[in-house]
């Protein structure tokens, strides 16, 4: 159980399954929340009781959706034995583990033969479940789950082709029927469930007519009903446009021997209803609990073009014809039967799933893509079928039945001809590095309560990390133990456990933290104001730059559990500690800060704030995660991030700086800094220094499967402005890979660029544009960039002490104009040096409208000299002189020019006043504007996508190089 990872057109995100052991049946309920598990299976086993079934055991894992108190409670008073599997062991609930797997295989078939949006994925789910209990079981020695529950073979004859057009007969004087799709079967009465293709609502009908060679094209229906049920513009067509589907054989068609056929049909069975309403449960119910993702990426089958009309002159016409007689599945009066099946009264009741077909057989003179619809049963030989691993109910019908009664052999008419790979199938292939890659993330996974931690291969770590925190805690005085006081909430805790890495990915401590659950803290009651400042990321390259300037050593310090330093300031009451629990029902009054709660981050910077100036450093007023200090004529520089601080000074000043930290915390000295938020830091005191962030980038492409991608020479193409998604054209926020997120690869390219690559900012801004309204084209892209990564991993952000002494600082700005299509709005981009060190750069779309380059070169000059004047002022609280006046390069003649002379702000007085503020600081003096060639302006790499000679020329020039690995 758990989330498919899109919701339903109605909103359901999870699915839970309930097995009975005896008969192998299964019941699917589809849930909006995995909170909702217990009072669903709450819900079923009163049901199956109220039925007189008696249950012996309830057997599910160790999820607490379902292993807490209130199951244990109900099914104490029940007389029902309650088992749970061990942690990581999905073999002790194997029956209805390997059914999740089936069911995610079948919604992907399902969904993918018909070409219909995930939108439909809940009613594919529920189909599948129907067809599986009406499937033979090889572990019921190939009876179905139907016929061992109520002792009668299920009537599969009435099983119809899951997303097929159905005509649904409408009374009186109104038309004869009207279009629908076939999704399923009712749950409390003999209809079938249909899709309203003019309304979006799912509709229960009894009198239709199915037509089994056409569907409904899947942007329409994706369209309707996004406009149904989540408030969609699209405009949809006047007439439904129609496709055709695979040509498939119903099995019950297919010609099999007599017994065979009598074995898989036989006299009509009663009608009876196979919903989870029915009785017949065994000795025992297994229940799955476990989250499932939705496997590999599926690739969108191909759709005939549109039919203009309803149905065409001859709906029931193959797509391809067959060429050969051994190529025929069905005969044409077959085909018209099949197609002409009326009605719903015979139906095997309430979403009876994917019609039972046997596999598509495509001639010669068919597309490629029609050769290769399902997913299994290659023939190599003439009349000799091969072993089938699909999923198609047809197969494995035919399977079962043929292999338990080996007597009565079934004679299939298929071709004899090799038929090629399936291309569909190319990205569920694993290979071995691959596979083994994905072991060692399973095996590393962090246990997410302490009974999984308990139970871990690594139990005695866990332990050991348990009670250091508590000791932790109590030598803290965290808290005291007091009888709970009425009226008052008290808030509940968890442990995080965490497996800490070094920066190749190797463990090298774990770590347990209790964490109180402050969601559930009110504004005014008990927390009042909740921010705290942290060092921002040029500020941290500044003060490594300052340090290589200086000849500074860099060392990294940690706080050991700094949120429980500082004292708290407001009553707040917590349950105690699980595994600590003295049983005594008292609770805990929190005296200090603890790591959940909403205004724990304030109160620990407060504290180290306070602390710190009483050592007489100073804060910088310019970034309140900078603090300095002079001693004896040399800096110490100080950098805050939340617990990780890097001091950059000399030998003596370092210690002297550990010295009174541990006076007051207790740190733990990481020695010379190398690893600090993701970066990859070689610093050699006084020589060089280089930032790059190799395993970041090694873990973002395996963690998007691009791990093995050929590289590209550059992030963007020259010349490419992609556009939003267009809701008439396209579907929005699509993603190619469920697996892969589109929002989530921009965020992950987004801290890289922030931290060491500048090179691919302007690639990232583009993507960062279309987060909610990507598509395929944007997917594209998005994996372009990834691609030149895998090129590049080794770069990273190069300086070198330069020869000379004294600091110069030059920057470069340039724009864009008009380079957003969509709005015409111009792209800044600038960049700052110290020393010829880039330590600052952006690439922004800019506020506000300019209609000329001179005014767009304007705007970005003046948004430069805000990080300009930032750098100044950071430098003079630090105290480092600068020896020549700063230079801003510039590539527009026109801008210098109205930036330099007053008469000259005709050219640009369409531009908003703030940016006038430039022209106020080169009157001054504080930097002057002087002209250099388009070709050398190294801001231009970030408004537009550049051609591989000149990106790279930019990309050294910005300092981007390899890493030495020798350094």
Not at 68 to 79: A, C, D, P, Q, V
Not at 830 to 847: R, W
Request: one cysteine or more; hydrophobic letters at 40%; proline letters at 5%.
């Amino acid at each position: 159980m758990c989330s498919i990872g899109d919701l339903t057109y109605d909103g359901y995100r999870c699915f839970q399954l309930v097995m009975d052991e005896a008969s192998r049946w299964v019941w699917g309920f589809l849930m909006k929340a995995k909170e909702e598990s217990r009072p669903v299976v709450v819900a079923h086993l009163e049901w199956l009781l109220a039925q007189g079934k008696r249950i012996e055991v309830f057997s599910t894992d160790q999820g607490k959706e379902l292993v807490n108190k209130k199951l244990k409670s109900f099914l104490r008073g029940r007389g029902i034995e309650f088992h749970w599997t061990n942690a990581y062991s999905p073999e002790e609930n194997g029956l209805v583990e390997k059914m999740n797997g089936i069911l995610e295989a079948r919604i992907r078939s399902l969904l993918t033969t018909a070409n219909m949006p995930w939108l439909l994925w809940g009613e594919a789910f529920l189909f599948a479940v129907d067809v599986v209990n009406v499937s033979p079981s090889r572990g019921l020695g190939g009876e179905t789950p139907y016929s061992r529950r109520f002792g009668e073979r299920p009537d599969v004859e009435q099983l119809k082709i899951w997303g097929c057009i159905v005509h649904v007969f409408t009374p009186k004087v109104l038309r004869k029927s009207k279009l629908g799709l076939f999704v399923g079967f009712a749950k409390h009465s003999e209809s079938v469930r249909v899709l309203n293709l003019r309304s979006g609502r799912v509709e229960e009908k009894r009198s239709v007519k199915f037509d089994e060679g056409w569907t409904v094209e899947r942007s329409y229906v994706e369209h309707l009903l996004m406009n149904t049920y989540h408030k969609g513009r699209f405009d949809l067509p006047d007439i439904i446009p129609l496709v055709r589907l695979p040509v498939l054989a119903a099995v019950t068609h297919v010609e099999l021997a007599a017994e065979t056929q009598e074995e898989l049909t036989g006299p009509p069975a009663k009608r009876r209803r196979l919903s989870s309403s029915a009785g017949g449960v065994g000795s025992g119910v297994v229940v799955e609990q476990t989250p499932v993702g939705m496997g590999g990426p599926v690739a969108e089958p191909r759709s005939e073009p549109p039919v203009g009309a309803a149905l065409a002159a001859d709906p029931l016409s193959p797509v391809c014809a067959p060429q050969q007689e051994g190529n025929t599945l069905l005969s044409e009066d077959h085909e018209r039967d099949s197609s002409d099946s009326e009605g719903a009264g015979g139906v095997l009741n309430r979403r009876r799933s994917v019609a039972l077909r046997e596999l598509p057989v495509a001639s010669d003179g068919c597309d490629e893509d029609d050769d290769a619809v399902a997913e299994s049963g290659e023939v190599v030989a003439s009349g000799e079928p091969v072993e089938r691993s699909g999923d198609s109910v047809g197969e494995r019908l035919s399977s079962s039945l043929l292999d338990e009664d080996s007597g009565a052999g079934a004679s299939f008419r298929r071709s004899t001809r090799i038929r090629r790979p399936n291309a569909r199938l190319f990205d569920y292939v694993v290979e071995l590095p691959e596979s083994l890659v994905i072991q060692a993330i399973h095996a590393v996974m962090n246990p997410t309560s302490v009974n999984e931690a308990l139970e871990a291969p690594d139990a005695d770590k866990w332990i050991e990390a348990l009670y250091k925190e508590f000791r932790e805690l109590l030598r803290n005085n965290t808290w005291e133990l007091v009888e709970k006081p009425v009226g008052v909430k008290v808030l509940t805790s968890k442990w995080v456990f965490v497996r800490k890495c070094n920066a190749q990915g190797q463990v090298e401590r774990h770590r347990a933290r209790i964490t109180i659950k402050g969601c559930k803290q009110k504004y005014g009651l008990d927390f009042w104001e909740t921010y705290a400042p942290v060092v921002c990321m040029e500020a941290v390259r500044l003060i490594l730059l300052l340090a290589l300037h200086y000849g500074l050593l860099c060392r990294h310090v940690d706080f050991v559990t700094a949120f429980l330093n500082g004292p708290i300031d407001v009553e707040i009451y917590m349950k105690q500690p699980e595994f600590f629990d003295d049983g005594t029902g008292r609770v805990c009054r929190l005296l200090r800060s603890l790591y959940g709660l909403k205004q724990a981050p304030r109160i620990w910077y407060k504290t180290l704030d306070k602390y710190l100036r009483k050592c007489g450093f100073e804060r910088s007023k310019v970034d309140g995660g900078i603090y300095f200090r002079w001693v004896n004529g040399s800096p110490i520089f100080f950098t805050l991030y939340i617990d990780d601080i890097v001091i950059a000074a000399t030998m003596e000043n370092i210690k002297l700086v550990l010295f009174e930290l541990e006076k007051k915390f207790k740190i733990k000295d990481l020695g010379d800094v190398s690893h600090l938020l993701s970066m990859e830091i070689k610093y050699v005191p006084g020589q060089s220094l280089y930032i790059s962030q190799r395993g970041y980038i090694g873990r973002v492409l395996e963690r998007f499967k691009m791990a093995d991608c050929k590289a590209m020479p550059t992030p963007q193409a020259k010349g490419n402005f992609p556009l939003p998604g267009d809701p008439d054209r396209e579907a929005v926020c699509v993603n190619i890979d469920p697996d892969v997120d589109y929002q989530c690869i921009v965020g992950s390219l987004q801290y890289l660029v922030s931290c060491s690559r500048p090179d691919i900012a302007s690639a990232v801004r583009t993507l960062g544009k279309f987060l909610t309204c990507y598509t395929r084209e944007h997917f594209v892209l998005a994996k372009r960039v990834l691609r030149y990564l895998q090129g590049t991993r080794e770069y990273g952000l190069a300086w070198n002490k330069p020869a000379l002494p004294g600091s110069q600082l030059i920057a470069y700005a340039d724009a864009d104009l008009g380079n957003e299509k969509d709005d015409r709005r111009s792209i800044t981009g600038y960049v700052l040096q110290l020393n010829g060190c880039t330590f600052c750069y952006k690439s922004k779309k800019q506020p506000t409208m300019t209609d000329d380059t001179c005014s767009a070169e304007f705007v970005a000059a003046s948004e430069c000299s805000n990080m300009i004047m930032w750098t100044h002022n950071l430098c003079e609280e630090l105290k480092l002189q600068r020896t020549t006046q700063t230079i801003l390069y510039e590539d527009n003649q026109a801008a210098i020019k109205v930036i330099g002379e007053v008469s000259s702000g005709y050219k640009v007085r369409s531009v908003d006043l703030k940016f006038h503020k430039i022209r106020d600081f080169v009157e001054r003096k504080v930097f002057r504007v002087e002209y250099c060639p388009s070709e050398d302006n190294v801001a231009d790499i970030f408004t537009k996508p550049l051609g591989p000679q000149q990106f790279t020329k930019l990309r050294q020039r910005l300092n981007v190089l390899p890493v030495p690995d020798n350094e």
